[in-house]
């Protein structure tokens, strides 16, 4: 598994991470501890190192963490892991603790998840949403103080815009800080906004590693999708059929007319995609079987040339 950088993260991580926010979901083969050991034990076996979840991952406030503590026992330092904190949309058990950007928040959030996670640090603490109640500065201050008292080794955001991600970078130079090392956002070959508004641009700019979520848009990308059949046991059949349903199926076929003439699967050709971008340091995708995880792995080694990048965008167009 190829390791990339990750901003001015003092680690690399591998080019497909795992998207956690499936373990303790209901109705999935990783709602409980064995299906989540399974899924976490199959990727490090796999080289899938970089592991992405939340405090509010899970079907309960922290269970996505807590599986997570559990699976890692005896595997840690084989891992990267990355959570995060101040989903300002939700109400959580720290909010008596202020706004969800502000010191006193911030560092709550970090001493939940160590202890959920059992761990003493957390590899990369992400913001999970732009906080308007609290001073940029402040919340960068912060991370920087959890950073020198070696509580977490790297810090990033994510949902920023291109002018939050410039003022962040901005604070974090003016305190003399480390500098954001990870800006997360949607990205797929449906949803490329990040493209046309500045985020990705910005996220390169800043010399922030981007990682995308959605990358294969809640499993249309993965090739087990036609215009007349749906694996029932998909996250599309389960939650969010209309995804299926309005998805331009012409440039569906016409994508793996292409990565039949070159010879990959389309799952191969959606990560080479991503990866053909030095911007992009891990491509975060969930998994719930242990299967999954290993189809992902197998799927990372292709990379296309700028002319197959063409076609691919010419399809779906930004």
């Known amino acids: 598994m190829e390791q990339r950088t990750l901003g001015s993260a003092p680690f690399a991580v591998s080019a497909i991470g795992l998207g956690c926010n499936n373990f303790g979901r209901q109705g999935t083969a990783s709602q409980t501890q064995e299906g989540t050991d399974a899924v976490i034990h199959a990727a490090l076996d796999a080289g899938v190192t970089f592991f992405d979840t939340a405090d509010l991952y899970g079907g309960e406030w922290g269970l996505s963490e807590s599986l997570m503590g559990h699976a890692l026992k005896g595997r840690r330092d084989e891992a990267i892991v990355a959570t995060k ?39 990369l603490f992400q913001q999970h949403q732009p906080d308007p109640a609290t001073p940029i500065e402040e919340t960068i201050g912060a991370l920087s103080e959890l950073i020198d008292e070696g509580k977490i080794r790297a810090y990033g955001v994510s949902q920023f815009t291109a002018e939050q991600l410039t003022q962040a970078d901005a ?5 003399g800080v480390p500098a954001i090392a990870s800006s997360q956002d949607e990205l ?40 007349t059949d749906m694996p029932a046991d998909s996250r599309i059949a389960r939650q969010r059929p209309h995804i299926a349903e309005q998805a331009d199926w012409d440039a569906m076929e016409a994508y793996q007319r292409l990565c039949d003439e070159w010879g990959v699967t389309m799952l191969e050709a959606t990560f080479g995609w991503f990866l053909s971008r030095a911007a992009v340091s891990s491509v975060i995708a969930g998994a ?16 296309p040339a700028p002319d197959h990048v063409t076609l691919i965008e010419a399809l779906f167009p930004a």
């Open 85 to 123: 904190f101040g989903f300002t949309e939700v109400a959580t058990p720290l909010d008596e603790r202020g706004a969800k950007g502000s010191r006193a928040y911030l560092r709550a959030a970090c001493e939940a998840s160590l202890e959920r996670l059992q761990t003493d640090r957390l590899d």
């Open 171 to 175: 604070a974090a130079t003016g305190l």
């Open 288 to 303: 719930t079987r242990p299967e999954q995880i290993r189809q992902n792995a197998a799927s990372a080694s292709w990379r």
């Open 188 to 227: 797929s070959l449906v949803a490329r906004a990040v493209e046309t508004d500045g985020r990705f641009a910005a996220a390169e700019r800043i010399g922030a590693g981007f990682l995308p979520f959605f990358p294969l848009a809640n499993g249309l990308f993965t090739g087990k999708f036609t215009r």
